[in-house]
């Protein structure tokens, strides 16, 4: 198994431009995560998908932060207009519902930086 | 503040010795567990333990959970130099019928050769 695919490992982009990460889940895990990490806040999850559905988006900081999960196998984040303080370690994880142990599997990350 | 604070926030030992890190939280929980994560790298799950459950074993590790005190604890025994990683609690809970997941802050640990 590839694991959780994130793509780009880096992006380095002005502030005002929009920033898209990418994510392969896990085939055959039905909920997906995306966190955002920085030495300030921790980790954070900032949205957290079903069956590709949203669920919980709570921890979405702001409007510019959008995220989608068109089918089973792909999620997208978007963040429009990006800001230097979105600077962060953005990570997909998924996992599959019915397991005992409830393990999340982390993707590399995406490590973001806006000028 | 967060669900779950890890205690140290960093921790420095020598090779061989054991190392301890300590997780605090506030609600009322289904399960805890622990992730490792590399430098530069993704959270890696250790272990699970349900809040029934006192003390888990696996390997080199050994959990504790005390609900009452809403806390839980990690011990790495015969720690090695590869062992250096930052250690999370996450806690979970029942959120809307589903389980929601809340990481703590981590202790960075450095095992010396």
């Known amino acids: 198994d590839a694991g959780v695919i994130q793509s780009p490992r880096h992006e380095v982009t002005e502030m005002g431009q929009e920033v898209t990460l990418r994510c392969k889940p896990i085939s055959g895990h039905d909920y997906l995560f995306w966190y955002r990490q920085t030495m300030m806040r921790g980790l954070e999850l900032l949205i957290y998908?079903?069956?590709?559905?949203?669920?919980?988006d709570s921890g979405m900081p702001e409007d510019r932060f959008s995220a989608k999960m068109p089918n089973a196998s792909f999620s997208t984040l978007k963040i429009q207009p990006s800001e230097p303080r979105d600077s962060a370690v953005y990570f997909c994880a998924s996992r599959r519902s019915g397991t005992a142990t409830y393990e999340q599997y982390f993707g590399p990350g995406t490590r973001l930086t806006v000028t | 503040s967060q669900q779950g604070e890890e205690d140290p926030q960093a921790l420095s030992i020598q090779e061989g010795e054991n190392a301890t890190m300590n997780c605090s939280y506030k609600?009322?929980?289904?399960?805890l567990q622990w992730y490792r994560q590399n430098s530069g790298r993704g959270l890696v799950h250790l272990i699970l333990i349900r809040s029934n459950e006192r003390e888990k074993h696996s390997g080199r590790l050994r959990v504790t959970l005390d609900t009452s005190k809403k806390s839980s604890s990690l011990l790495i025994t015969a720690s090695r130099a590869a062992d250096t990683a930052s250690y999370f609690c996450?806690?979970?809970?029942?959120?809307?019928?589903?389980?929601?997941?809340?990481f703590g802050t981590g202790t960075k640990l450095q095992v010396i050769p």
């Open positions: 998908f079903n069956n590709n559905v949203p669920i919980d």
């Open positions: 996450a806690t979970a809970s029942n959120s809307g019928g589903y389980q929601k997941v809340t």
């Open positions: 609600t009322s929980i289904n399960n």
